[in-house]
């Protein structure tokens, strides 16, 4: 089964060449090419450089001619447009979002048994700023008719797939195969409220890895619904299923069986839609019963100190005692975060962090906790709340325990290692010397 695809190793080591931030990722049988941010510093900052922002798919990159690429956009009445990107990039608007990206797989490799797949650790997310164009503005110059009644973010009907007005948009990756599509389907309203069809990324013209030369950007919501490479834009009624496309090979894997929250041994039933799109609102008991990766849970993680060596209290901590600052960052998808606490302790006591910096939705905030130790080695783990006061686990449950897990308060074991966001797994241990034995 582990057999190494063609050009893998190349392609991985040519990647790291280029991003001396990042290092690569478990996955034994070489099927994706995934490296992820080198170290915890990387959660210490809001902007994730390129060089340290994880990469994670599936196939060989297409070789993109940006000059020469189109995009077909299609809508549900049989209009059918083909737009150039030259003309995307020169007549449309340009703006800018900034988007966490979080592998859905991120912390994967904190499920007890392991599950199968890249073993990320905490690694696979980043921060970063993308440049493109509104994915409203393309249906629009397109001809499309999205449909007056569809919902947006000021009628307070975004994301909600339940108002049966709202139809579906699904992406399409030019790194698919005659075999196999690589396709997305997000709810229309998410697409027109604050989708990006993006070209650059930090300021930079979109690295191949990321996608060059155009791929949607889909703010706050798991990485795979970023679909790179884009060749294809279709609104629908429903969700992408088996035979909703008008190609060979199969058309619903990665909507359908994969990126599903599902049990051991579960084969999820493909369905046109759901009743919410919060990942979260749908690991409630009985909302869907195999919850899709859309908008990211609540999370966060420490950046500073990292554990990898000892850190010396420095002067100037409140009331002048010695301390160490504690700073991280905190997401919670389309919700806000409310708070962060800090625990110094392995979680059996909490103090409130402050959270500073850019307040961006779709984007992590910064937050800093002023310590202030004795000499000494200790657990320190950082637990988020989101606007919601949905609070991050702190562990993942069994596989017996199942997506039940979830109403004892821990995240549920799933076989896809899917969305991941308890907070012990993350905590470090760091060692506090004083100032005397850090002067060597
Ligand atoms: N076309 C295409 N788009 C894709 C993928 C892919 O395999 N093919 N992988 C997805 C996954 S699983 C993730 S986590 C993000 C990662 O984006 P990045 O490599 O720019 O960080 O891309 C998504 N978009
Ligand atoms: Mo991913």
């Not at 490296?35 to 915890?40: D, E, H, P, Y």
């Not at 937050?367 to 950082?382: I, K, N, Q, R, V």
Request: proline share 6%; charged share 25%.
């Amino acid at each position: 089964m582990s057999e190494t695809r063609e050009g893998r190793r190349e392609e991985i080591d040519a990647i790291l060449d280029r991003k001396p931030g990042a290092s690569e990722a478990r996955d034994e049988a070489d099927r994706y090419t995934v490296v992820g941010a080198a170290s915890r510093e990387t959660f210490a900052n809001w902007l994730t450089p390129i060089e340290e922002h994880f990469v994670c798919h599936r196939n060989p990159m297409p070789d993109g001619d940006a000059d020469a690429w189109t995009i077909d956009v299609a809508g549900t009445a049989g209009d059918e447009a083909e737009l150039s990107l030259t003309d995307i990039v020169e007549d449309l608007p340009t703006v800018a979002v900034a988007h966490t990206m979080e592998c859905a797989g991120n912390g994967r490799g904190q499920h007890d048994p392991e599950t199968g797949s890249v073993q990320w650790d905490c690694e696979a997310v980043g921060t970063a700023v993308w440049t493109g164009t509104p994915v409203r503005s393309v249906l629009r110059a397109a001809g499309l008719d999205t449909g007056e009644a569809v919902g947006d973010a000021d009628s307070g009907t975004a994301n909600d797939p339940t108002n049966d007005e709202d139809r579906w948009l699904t992406a399409i990756g030019d790194d698919g195969t005659e075999e196999e599509t690589f396709a997305r389907s997000i709810p229309l309203s998410k697409a027109l409220d604050d989708c990006l069809l993006a070209h650059g990324m930090n300021g930079e013209a979109l690295p191949t890895e990321h996608g060059h030369p155009v791929r949607l950007v889909v703010p706050g919501w798991y990485g795979v619904n970023s679909v790179k490479w884009l060749s294809e834009l279709r609104v629908m009624d429903g969700m992408v299923t088996e035979g909703s496309l008008d190609r060979p090979g199969t058309h619903a894997r990665w909507q359908q069986d994969d990126y599903r929250i599902h049990p051991a041994g579960a084969t999820p039933e493909h369905a046109d839609t759901v009743p919410t799109a919060d990942t979260w609102d749908q690991l409630e008991p009985s909302a869907v019963d195999h919850p899709y990766t859309f908008d990211e849970t609540v999370m966060s993680l420490i950046g500073r100190p990292t554990g990898e060596e000892p850190v010396t209290p420095h002067e100037g901590g409140e009331n002048d005692e010695d301390g160490v600052t504690v700073r991280g960052v905190a997401w919670a998808g389309d919700d806000e975060i409310a708070g962060v606490e800090i625990s110094t302790n392995g979680g059996e006591t909490w103090h409130d962090a402050e959270l500073f910096g850019p307040d961006y939705a779709g984007a992590w905030r910064l937050f800093e906790y002023d310590w202030e130790p004795e000499p000494g080695t200790y657990t320190l783990a950082s637990r988020a709340t989101d606007e919601r006061g949905r609070v991050q686990p702190a562990s993942i449950g069994t596989p017996e325990d199942g997506l039940d897990a979830v109403e004892s308060g821990q995240f549920p074991w799933n076989e896809g290692g899917y969305a991941a966001n308890a907070y012990l797994p993350n905590a470090i241990e760091v060692e506090v010397t004083n100032e005397d034995d850090g002067a060597a």
